[in-house]
Each structure stands twice: as C-alpha cells, then as structure tokens.
Nanobody, 121 residues
C-alpha cells in the first residue's frame, strides 16, 4: 500500500506557474511508476504526465508538452509537477497516482485526494 498526499495547488493568473508536490509513504517509492492526472468539472480524468520508477522515462499529454515538467526525488519519496505558462484550460483537480508497474500510462493502483488548480484569465 502506498499513501499519496498532494499539495501546491492554488489560484494563479494565466501565464503564471505552480509546482505541485506529491508526498508518498508506505512501500518503497522507487518501486512505483508515478503519474499526474487532472479532472475538470463534467470531464473525465486524464493523464497529464507520467514518469518511470527511476525517472528515466517520461510522458506528457500533448496539451501540456513544453509547459509542464514531471520529476521525482526517490530519496525524498516525492513526486513533482512543475507547471509553467498556465492557461485557464489547465483549471482542474490534480491527482497524484502510483502504479505497481515500473511505468504506465493507463493502470494506476493508488491515488491521492487531489489538489485544486485554478487559472484565471
């Protein structure tokens, strides 16, 4: 079992930046692939970015490529999402998730409670 707690969300103007943090506890963090998902009201939850267990492989949704950066610090059991050049359409609840596989874009087993990101125009 892995417990995940997100932080760092908030209200920001368009063009601004935020860094989301996901603190993990429980099992060995470096054994899990990780991802950031987001869900806007009335929409499905979508994968924003993913990173392999040791950080060598990453994935980004087309909508955030070049603006968001996923990273992890396995020594600190922490996952990050640096979000730059934010747009109003980035407004959503952001979730951190862990997969028992070393890397995945689809199958995630553990979820955090989410942190709200709101981008004003």
């Amino acid at each position: 079992q892995v417990q995940l707690v997100e932080s760092g969300g908030g209200l920001v103007q368009a063009g601004g930046s935020l860094r989301l943090t996901c603190a993990a506890s429980g099992r060995t963090f470096s054994n899990y692939g990780m991802g950031w998902f987001r869900q806007a009201p009335g929409k499905e939850r979508d994968l924003v970015a993913a990173i392999s267990s040791i950080g060598t492989t990453t994935y980004y949704a087309d909508s955030v490529k070049g603006r968001f950066t996923i990273s992890r610090d396995n020594a600190k059991n922490t996952l990050y999402l640096q979000m730059n050049s934010l747009k109003p359409e980035d407004t959503a609840m952001y979730y951190c998730a862990a997969t028992r596989g070393l890397y995945s874009r689809t199958n995630y087993n553990y979820w955090g409670q989410g942190t709200q990101v709101t981008v004003s125009s």
